[in-house]
Nanobody, 123 residues
Framework: QLQFVESGGGLVQPGGSLRVSCAASGRTFSTYGLGWFRQAPGKEREFVAG????????YYTDSVRGRFTITRDNAKNTVYLQMNSLKPEDTAVYYCARSPLGLRVGRFDYDYWGQGTQVTVSS
């Protein structure tokens, strides 16, 4: 049974940086696309960033492009999201997920999800 364990969330001031990680156990995910999503209170879960199985191709939603970077280490079964120049509107619970279809934007293309980690951007 595949399981994702996220870590690295927390409280950071506007303009600061944070890196969240997501480690998989049970099975390797090296042949799957991976993504990060986020959900703020009262809002739907939204796509943030995705990465192909090889790690060569990445894609970002417009609001984070140039500030966030998604990477993966298939040897460690881990995917990362480096977040720089954080803004209060980035506050949300961040989720990692796996897609058997490769790099995808739609959340219904993802079949396994982590439990989420809270990121709060506030002064």
């Amino acid at each position: 049974q595949l399981q994702f364990v996220e870590s690295g969330g927390g409280l950071v001031q506007p303009g600061g940086s944070l890196r969240v990680s997501c480690a998989a156990s049970g099975r390797t995910f090296s042949t799957y696309g991976l993504g990060w999503f986020r959900q703020a209170p009262g809002k739907e879960r939204e796509f943030v960033a995705g990465i192909s199985a090889s790690g060569i191709t990445t894609y970002y939603t417009d609001s984070v492009r140039g500030r966030f970077t998604i990477t993966r280490d298939n040897a460690k079964n881990t995917v990362y999201l480096q977040m720089n120049s954080l803004k209060p509107e980035d506050t949300a619970v961040y989720y990692c997920a796996r897609s058997p279809l490769g790099l995808r934007v739609g959340r219904f293309d993802y079949d396994y999800w982590g439990q989420g980690t809270q990121v709060t951007v506030s002064s």
